[in-house]
């Protein structure tokens, strides 16, 4: 989740941010049952180094949208509209055919490129995403370093992994999740596979190379 809270600030607005699919919004772990904040620690274990980029983030909020059963839904209610234009073309008014050629764009154009836009603002705007983000796949936790700051995720917090040609995604709730870039890991992706079936065994781990 890109997400760091220094355990023992008084603050309580330090966070690291987290890759939110679904409000493609600022995000951050707070004080929850996903986290668990201790005091600065020593861990051990491999360890991953991660800067989130626009394109990252862009493919990420793409693909969560467009593998959900609304997205594809989304989808087939514009091909369908394509179609439907096509075939109806001659006995259409031209009030219908617009509403037909808008909804034919509404899934398939002006949504993806919404989408892009907002996840590329998220990380523009959001100075949490311009420094890197160290993961230490510990025994017990997953434990995120950022600018001095430390969280800590246990293992059985972790809801399910899926993975992809482009990212490993780790998901702590449904739609907050650490990413992790294929083009920033692909030298480790075999050993993170490795450990990640081995702390969440098979059914929870949803990635292949």
Known sequence: MPELDEAKKTSEDRKIPVADEANQKDASVQDSEQTDKTEKKIYEG????????????????????YSSPSGWV?????????????VRF????????????????????VNPILL?????????????????????LSDDVIAIEQNGEQLT???????V??????????????VRA??????????????????LNEKLG???VRARK
């Open 161 to 174: 992994v899926k993975g992809s040609k482009k990212a490993i995604v780790v998901y702590v709730t449904r």
């Open 116 to 136: 892009v836009s907002k996840a590329k603002k998220q990380v523009r705007n959001n100075q949490m995403f311009a420094t890197p983000i160290t993961y230490i």
């Open 178 to 195: 650490l990413l992790w870039p294929m083009t920033q890991i692909e030298a480790q992706y075999d050993d993170i596979l490795m450990l």
């Open 46 to 65: 491999p360890s991953i180094n991660i800067k989130i980029t626009e394109k990252d983030m862009a493919d990420f909020i793409l693909r969560h949208n």
């Open 74 to 86: 989304g989808v087939l209610i514009s091909i369908a509209a394509i179609i439907l234009l096509i």
């Open 202 to 204: 098979t059914a929870r």
């Open 90 to 109: 001659d006995v259409m008014d031209m009030t219908t055919r617009l509403a037909m050629i808008v909804i034919g764009a509404l899934f398939i154009v």
């Open 153 to 159: 995720i246990p293992w059985t917090d972790i809801r």
